[in-house]
């Protein structure tokens, strides 16, 4: 009896815990359908201070715009919901998230920019921090998901959003809407594969209606991937796409190569000199219009494959290998796509080959 007690105590104890702690998705009010008070705006600048906008602290020029809304001859659509907000000339806003210390977790946030060329959004959970521009446009909407990831140091995050550009219009800033959270769990290697997160399943949060992946920046710009063990060694993202909306070749789950030689993908595993290994992996299209003649080259080391594929544009794939002899400790394994790519339907809009299921094992000799 005192031993179920006992038990029954713990239970209790960890349930007590993770309702404290964050549930995978939106951040409170994180679309801001919840928005100031009539009193609190003057048209559609935030006046009515600090707390106006529901669960959110905000600073400077802060804008809350309905979806349709216009800006001289731009037409302001929202992706989600009917509001969003725009961060003017040093505008922040700021939310305080309950989180595990120790644990990681990525952000994702739906991000515009309006009339400013050189706009740029420095994300920070103290200590951590990344500035990504937001110049390159990604989809025709104009509004791309970018996902930005931090271990927690405490149990309270403090998430701040922050516009670091000082233009002649102090209107001149990005639109930021749908704000999401996802618990990241660092993934191991096991004995069926050397590299870690092979299959792209461990990830950022994805948006369930919306079916524009999301951009994943490159790792110059965050210390923490939000692509679990992999990282993007490029000047450009890499888009994360799940099945639900994209052709997938394994799993539900996997990367497109976005940006030609700029967008890249890299992890660095533990190999043993003068030993045999293969690098195997699949290579196809997301079945989002995206045609052509495409390739991806892989590299292990100094050792480099050319993988061709031939895009109809509505999925599939095919699988290729790399055999190679390790000649250091460590191996550094790369993919990136040779060219650019658009897509048929909608010449604004980045596309490029999907990566999927990589492996890496030692090759017995016989």
């Known amino acids: ?24 998705g939106l951040v409170a009010n994180g679309n801001f359908e919840l928005g100031p008070k009539p009193w609190a705006l003057n048209g559609s600048v935030v006046t ?20 349709g809304q216009k800006q001289g001859d731009m037409l302001l659509v929202v992706p989600e919901g009917a509001f969003a907000v725009r961060l003017g000339n040093e505008a922040s806003i700021k939310q305080r998230i309950n989180v595990i210390k120790g644990m990681y977790y990525s952000i994702t946030l739906m991000v515009a920019r309006t009339c ?14 990344g500035v990504i521009p937001i110049q390159t446009l990604y989809t025709s909407s104009g509004w791309d998901p970018i ?11 403090e998430l701040v959003i922050h516009n670091p550009g000082v233009e002649e219009d102090p209107a001149c ?10 618990t990241l769990y660092p993934p191991r290697p096991t004995n069926k594969n050397i590299l870690k997160n092979g299959g792209f399943e461990e990830g950022p949060y994805v948006f369930p209606n919306t079916s524009w992946g999301v951009l994943i920046p490159p790792n110059i ?3 923490h991937s939000p692509l679990p063990a992999w990282m993007v060694e490029s ?41 045999t290994y293969v690098l195997s992996f699949a290579v196809g299209d997301a079945s989002n219009s995206c045609e052509g003649s495409m ?29 190679f002899v390790a000649v250091s400790p460590r191996t550094r394994v790369m993919f990136l796509s040779t060219f650019y790519t658009m897509r048929s339907d909608d010449f604004s809009s980045l596309c490029g080959p999907v990566v999927d299921d990589v492996k890496l094992l030692s090759l017995r000799r016989p």
């Open 147 to 157: 996902a930005y990831s931090f271990k927690a140091e405490s149990n309270v995050a």
């Open 295 to 323: 390739i991806v080259e892989a590299y292990a080391g100094k050792d480099t494959l050319k993988v061709p594929y031939e895009s109809k544009g509505k999925g599939g794939f095919k699988r290729a290998a790399l055999k």
């Open 235 to 275: 000047l450009k993202a890499v888009r994360y796409i799940d099945s639900a909306h994209f052709s997938v070749p394994q799993g539900t789950r996997a990367v497109e190569l976005v940006a030609g030689k700029e967008s890249a993908i890299a992890q660095v595993a533990r190999t043993v000199p003068g030993k």
């Open 116 to 129: 400013a060329q050189e706009e740029r959004l420095n994300i920070s959970i103290a200590p951590d921090f």
């Open 173 to 182: 800033g990005p639109l930021i809407d749908s704000v999401a959270l996802r």
């Open 48 to 67: 009515g201070g600090s707390h106006a906008i529901p669960e959110w602290e905000i600073s400077g020029f802060v804008e809350y715009i309905k979806s």
């Open 221 to 223: 710009e965050d210390s």
């Open 1 to 24: 009896m005192k031993a179920t007690l006992m038990l029954l105590s713990v239970l209790l104890c960890a349930t007590f815990h993770l309702s404290f702690s964050f549930i995978d």
